[in-house]
């Protein structure tokens, strides 16, 4: 069965850092990734997905996530964060062989001034 | 174009009290999956309707249940409600059945407290 890990509950970063969001998946056949974010009292918002071709995928808001495949990654990053980046981060996976979705437990990101 | 709409937002309801929650899709969307977010559990998925047959379905007892109408809005009932049914209850949209291309279109939710 498919699965997806975001190894870190929490990530601090500082306005104008770098900011890493990392997950790990474990598919059979080949994956479809995709990131969420959800601002408090809100559903889920499509970020960036992966389905084949470069690895390197960019997505809304200034985000963008590598696709490492002997690696099992699917890390979001951000080159420079605003505070509005402050929200909680969903990785997803869907298995394509059996249709299910898969989301991670969430990374709740916060950047400070 | 409009979103994902899920009404009510919020409810109260009181343990052994059914309810319905209901789910507009996008226009065109053919395609209502059904998530339930707690703090503990984070998103787990309930079940997967695309023209009017449920296609995919969770690991939920049976007091969860759901339809989907000719014109692709969606209800989900819980009947017999236990204080661990409160959660945020969200729809997700997507235009066609299983792998979404472009990933769903999350509704805003339907926050259920039980008391």
């Known amino acids: 069965a498919q699965s997806v890990a975001q190894p870190e509950d929490q990530v601090n970063v500082a306005e104008g850092n770098p900011l890493t969001v990392k997950c790990t998946y474990s598919v059979s056949g080949n994956p479809y990734l995709f990131w969420y974010v959800q601002y408090p009292n809100r559903g889920l918002q499509f970020l960036l997905k992966y389905i084949t071709g470069d690895n390197l995928v960019k997505g809304s808001y200034g985000f963008e996530a590598e696709f490492n495949k002997s690696q099992t990654s699917f890390h979001l990053k951000k080159p420079s964060a605003l505070v509005s980046d402050s929200a909680l981060y969903f990785c997803a996976v869907r298995d394509n062989s059996n249709n299910d979705m898969r989301f991670g437990a969430g990374t709740r990101l916060t950047v400070k001034p | 174009k409009a979103g994902v709409t899920q009404t009510p937002r919020y409810l109260i309801k009181t343990r052994g009290q059914q309810v319905t929650l209901s789910c507009s899709p996008i226009?065109?969307?053919?395609?209502v999956s059904w998530y339930q977010q707690t703090p503990g559990q984070g998103l787990q998925f309930l079940f997967e309707y695309f023209s009017e047959t449920q296609r995919n379905k969770g690991n939920f007892p049976g007091r969860f249940s759901g339809r989907q109408f000719s014109n692709s809005r969606s209800e989900m009932n819980v009947s017999t409600l236990e204080l661990g049914d409160s959660a945020l209850y969200l729809c997700?949209?997507?235009?066609?059945?299983?792998?979404?291309?472009?990933?769903?279109?999350f509704g805003s939710g339907t926050r259920l407290t039980v008391v």
């Open positions: 226009s065109g969307h053919r395609s």
């Open positions: 997700a949209s997507s235009l066609v059945e299983g792998g979404p291309v472009y990933g769903y279109t």
